[in-house]
């Protein structure tokens, strides 16, 4: 883990070496694919290459592994992205008249950039990422992947940091490739809590016509109100500037009450967040128990928790099969580090900048060669760098998908008798 | 799995009276999901004019929505109208013969699903015209007919009694303990996920390891979504059989003429009867036969464009908007023209994109002036700019 010093962005020649040389390929086919063997979903899905120069070749499809791999060093692209599985093979497109070419399948796909949550974190802002506000993406993967597994029962979900401020989810469950359009946007619906936009005091969705959250919020609530204290209060300080407690203040449903604390914090405006949540909560104590009122405010406390916690994510791109989406292990071009599979159960640990830079994998290579005293290029040259215990971790991830189409096929052929 | 059988026990647990006379009819239900095709001989005639009353059914859905009626008057309307073209009794209604009404209503359906099976848009307007109707129907059907409606088919759904798991998503009354009666007296059913995508977006079910919970209350939800996915498949299979029909002259011209008919809006009501009991205003779907008759060359031509893309840029709009605005095209009906000429974009997007600016230039936001139809030699000015309009063709 040497060479942080590397993030400038790759150039065409350092792109040519790291898809010559490190790509892993055969891992991302095994994890398209489900098998060894090409299947539909490997020849029939969509690639789009975004070239040096802004250009956007979109419908290629391969039958192999090894013939994606040649295209993509012959054209070098800055990145490539994983479209749906089509009826026909993509690049065919044109030999099918128009309604006969449609999206079948796709990974179930959730995006969370960092972005969104730019009303609420007070370290940076835009494209900036620090190991500060990345617990705001921790806290997501904690919610969804909990959420997508008990709730949905899909299993083979796959988390790859996006190369900058965000994370992707893809969900390769058979049941989960079929969902059509309307199904996906149900699943969006039932994840979403905080609609989009900038007006972040506006009011959440997440009560029926009964006071209590639904069970699925529940459960989030628990985790979210320890990670409420730590990472909002304690330190991004959310409600430490005038502007931060009044976005603040504009969530809490009583006028008497906003007044008087807005009084108390102008006259002091060292009171930090722990302190001015600890205020209000005493206001709200003070009131008589069981009265409108203070259900209200209980409840509102609830809401402001999920506010400023709970994941947001990017709608669009999980609603439409035919949304395509930056393929796992692509150098992100402005950082120059690789979108690397992340563990959920470690997302805490994760850190964005120790993620490898192309730069950084070249020189390992490098220094590898001239130890061996190597001269000839291997295709799997990624074993003596830092990106092994990822593409291991994809590896692995491949193997238990396809260990479940074994599964199902060996079942399949027992009814049969 | 499960079947109808289990499922008829618990509905005598309910002790619902059940209606007696079902062995004596063709047609036991008044609803019906149209899994089977009519087997029997038609006449030409028949077939063409059960096809045209339904149309009318659907148009006025459709016209209904782009009116965005509430969802009580869709229903009124819809109800007047089949009254009209295509009674569908009760069975309890004895003196009536039940069975033809019903042939009607099946026969009618599949003519239909042959006119509009053809394309990806033909095929999603009738679909969610058809879930319409059914779902009126649904509503205005008695509890004990749609009770042994729903136990006459397998809709692999496993009931369940209340788990105390549910009741944190469980909706009901706003007071506690009347949540808690109703809750303990609620019925469930466990269905996969997917198969209630409605009731998921909204958060109104219970999930648990890809399986939904479904409260009695929402039962009609897993009936609607079977019936929206059936109907989709068999358009699909019938639009990939269709080429084989072609050899018959007789029914090709008249499939023809429906979804034509269909695509234009023509048969609401305007289309037959009401011609001479219109006053002078103008009507959405007396547009297109204007415009051909009557328009000027350069109106014509925004029309047909409008027509071919389903869509105009926004000078065009303007400039035929506000034409037709002069011509005595009252808003409402303006909003519907558009609305339908607009096919392809959703309802939402309208109302958020266009349906501002129609009603500004009808002076009814903004500034609220009353702007007047363009000259011809603003459309020259257009020209020059390079806005597509329609003079350029």
């Known amino acids: ?417 | 799995m499960f079947k109808g059988a289990d499922r008829k026990s618990t509905i005598n647990d309910r002790a619902s009276p059940q209606v007696s006379n079902h062995g004596t009819l063709l047609y036991p239900y008044r609803l019906n999901f149209y899994d089977t095709p009519p087997m029997y001989d038609v006449t030409v005639e028949e077939f063409e004019i059960y096809a045209l009353d339904r149309l009318r059914i659907l148009a006025e859905i459709e016209s209904s929505r782009a009116r965005q009626r509430s969802w009580e008057e869709l229903k009124a309307v819809t109800s007047t109208q089949c009254t009209k073209y295509l009674p569908l009794n009760a069975t309890s209604a004895t003196s009536v013969d039940r069975d033809s009404e019903r042939r009607k209503d099946h026969l009618g359906h599949f003519v239909l699903r042959l006119a509009f099976c053809r394309s990806e848009e033909l095929r999603r307007r009738f679909v969610e015209a058809e879930l319409t109707l059914f779902k009126v129907r649904y509503e205005s059907d008695g509890y004990s007919e749609r009770e042994s409606f729903l136990s006459s088919r397998n809709f692999n759904w496993i009931p369940l009694k209340y788990r105390t798991e549910l009741f944190g998503s469980y909706q009901g009354p706003k007071s506690e303990p009347e949540r808690m009666e109703s809750f303990e007296s609620e019925r469930f059913y466990k269905v996969k996920w997917s198969r209630v995508p409605d009731l998921v977006q909204k958060r109104k079910v219970f999930l648990k390891g890809g399986w939904a919970y479904v409260p009695g209350r929402e039962q009609s939800s897993i009936v609607f979504q079977e019936f929206q996915v059936q109907l989709e498949k068999a358009l699909e299979v019938t639009a990939r059989s269709l080429p084989r029909l072609d050899e018959d002259t007789r029914i090709i011209p008249i499939l023809n003429n429906l979804s034509q008919g269909f695509l234009a809006g023509v048969p609401s009501d305007w289309g037959v009867a009401g011609r001479e009991a219109m006053g002078d205003d103008i009507k959405a779907e007396m547009v297109d036969e204007l415009a051909q008759k009557h328009f000027p060359l350069c109106m014509r031509t925004l029309h047909e464009n409008l027509r071919k893309d389903h869509h105009l840029k926004h000078f065009g709009r303007l400039q035929y908007g506000l034409f037709l605005k002069v011509l005595g095209l009252p808003i409402e009906e303006a909003i519907l023209f558009w609305r339908r000429s607009f096919s392809r974009i959703t309802d939402d997007k309208f109302n958020k994109e266009y349906k501002y600016n129609i009603r500004h230039s009808y002076g009814l936001e903004g500034k609220r002036a009353n702007y007047a139809a363009k000259s011809k030699s603003l459309h020259l000015d257009l020209l020059i700019m390079g806005a597509h309009i329609g003079i350029i063709q």
């Open chain 1, 1 to 417: 883990m040497s060479g942080m010093d590397d993030s400038s962005p790759a150039s065409p020649e350092v792109m040519l070496t790291f898809y010559r040389r490190l790509y892993p390929f055969k891992s991302i086919f095994n994890w398209l694919n489900h098998e060894h063997t090409p299947t539909r979903l490997f020849t029939h899905r969509e690639f789009a290459f975004t070239l040096q120069g802004d250009v956007y070749l979109r419908y290629n499809s391969f039958a192999t592994a090894d013939e994606l791999k040649k295209l993509v060093c012959q054209l070098n692209p800055t990145r490539f992205e994983i479209g749906p599985i089509y009826t026909t093979r993509p690049k065919d497109k044109k030999t099918v008249r128009a309604g006969a070419f449609n999206a079948v399948q796709r990974e179930l796909v959730f995006d969370i950039d960092m972005t969104d949550y730019d009303p609420i974190r007070t370290c940076c802002s835009g494209a900036d990422i620090c190991n500060r506000c990345w617990a705001f993406i921790s806290a997501a993967v904690h919610v969804i992947d909990q959420g997508i597994r008990e709730q949905f029962g899909y299993e083979h979900l796959l988390w790859v940091y996006s190369g900058r401020r965000g994370i992707h989810l893809w969900i390769s469950d058979k049941e989960a490739m079929e969902l059509t359009d309307d199904q996906r946007k149900a699943i969006v619906g039932w994840m979403t809590v905080i609609h989009g936009g900038k007006e972040s005091s506006k009011k959440l969705s997440i009560r029926l016509n009964s006071r209590s959250l639904p069970p699925s919020l529940k459960s989030a609530l628990d985790h979210l109100a320890a990670i409420f204290s730590d990472l909002i209060l304690a330190d991004q300080n959310c409600f430490g500037s005038e502007e931060g407690y009044e976005t603040l203040l504009q969530q809490v449903p009583d006028s008497r009450i906003v007044g008087d604390l807005r009084k108390k914090w102008q006259k002091d405006p060292t009171r930090s967040s722990e302190d001015k949540w600890m205020d209000l909560k005493e206001e709200i104590k003070k009131m008589d128990k069981g009265t409108p009122q203070r259900v209200a405010l209980t409840l509102a406390l609830e809401d402001i928790i999920f506010n400023y916690t709970y994941p947001r994510l990017d709608a669009e791109v999980s609603k439409h099969r035919n949304h395509l989406l930056k393929a796992p292990f692509c150098v992100h071009p402005k950082t120059g580090r690789v979108c690397v599979p992340v563990d959920p159960e470690r997302i805490d640990e994760f850190k964005p900048d120790r993620v490898p830079t192309v730069g950084q994998l070249l020189r390992e290579l490098d220094t590898v060669g001239k130890a061996e005293g190597e001269v000839e290029e291997h295709h799997s040259d990624w074993e003596k760098t830092s990106l092994k215990p990822y593409v291991d971790m994809l590896d692995k991830h491949a193997l238990r998908l396809m260990d479940e189409v074994r599964r199902s096929k060996r079942e399949m052929v027992d009814t049969s008798w």
